[in-house]
């Protein structure tokens, strides 16, 4: 949907209808245009929140409730990227993690791969839905890497915060 699926996370906020967008060509036929036409306009009637697009996009991507379109849509996101990213995943929330994993998760491994970055001790968006837990989840069976070395600031700055918190006052 449009040539970089990535550009529909993006845009299917903003007012847009799927006849301005194009499917790759393997993918036409699929009869998904209406059903990410319906999707769309469902958005863009609700006025829709990021929140509701997450929720909206985790539904049209559950085989159960939409069978071969939901098969169909994870796999034009699978043409286009072999490797996915999640910086900052312990910030996800369960809807989130549903997504990224219906689509990269161990269904679509080893061709495509799923990697998370990310630090359960700096998770701070609990208030606006963001679920440590589903971090913790998906680390069961993956492979953990620890970074040794901070890179981000110098062994002096470090000192001084460590002297500021350790102090009483």
Same mark, same amino acid.
């Given at each position: 949907?449009?040539?970089?699926?990535?550009?529909?996370?993006?845009?299917?906020?903003?007012?847009?209808?799927?006849?301005?967008?194009?499917?790759?060509?393997?993918?036409?036929?699929?009869?998904?245009?209406?059903?990410?036409?319906?999707?769309?306009?469902?958005?863009?009637?609700?006025?829709?929140?990021?929140?509701?697009?997450?929720?909206?996009?985790?539904?049209?991507?559950?085989?159960?409730?939409?069978?071969?379109?939901?098969?169909?849509?994870?796999?034009?996101?699978?043409?286009?990227?072999?490797?996915?990213?999640?910086?900052?995943?312990?910030?996800?929330?369960?809807?989130?993690?549903?997504?990224?994993?219906?689509?990269? %998760?161990?269904?679509?491994?080893?061709?495509?791969?799923?990697?998370?970055? %990310?630090?359960?001790?700096?998770?701070?968006? *609990?208030?606006? %839905? *963001?679920?440590?837990?589903?971090?913790?989840?998906?680390?069961?069976?993956?492979?953990?890497?620890?970074?040794?070395?901070?890179?981000?600031?110098?062994?002096?700055?470090?000192?001084?915060?460590?002297?500021?918190?350790?102090?009483?006052?």
């Amino acid at each position: 949907f449009a040539s970089d699926l990535g550009k529909l996370l993006k845009i299917v906020g903003w007012k847009i209808k799927a006849s301005e967008c194009t499917f790759p060509p393997k993918f036409r036929n699929l009869g998904l245009e209406d059903f990410i036409e319906e999707r769309i306009e469902q958005a863009n009637r609700s006025q829709a929140t990021n929140d509701g697009i997450i929720r909206q996009l985790r539904g049209a991507l559950d085989e159960k409730i939409n069978g071969q379109k939901a098969k169909d849509l994870k796999d034009i996101v699978r043409s286009q990227y072999d490797v996915c990213m999640i910086d900052e995943c312990q910030d996800t929330d369960r809807y989130q993690w549903d997504i990224f994993q219906s689509i990269f %998760g161990a269904e679509a491994f080893p061709k495509k791969m799923l990697i998370m970055v %990310g630090d359960r001790n700096q998770a701070i968006y *609990a208030f606006r %839905g *963001a679920d440590v837990n589903s971090y913790i989840q998906a680390q069961k069976g993956a492979e953990v890497w620890t970074l040794t070395a901070n890179n981000r600031s110098s062994q002096k700055l470090i000192a001084i915060f460590n002297e500021v918190f350790r102090s009483k006052d």
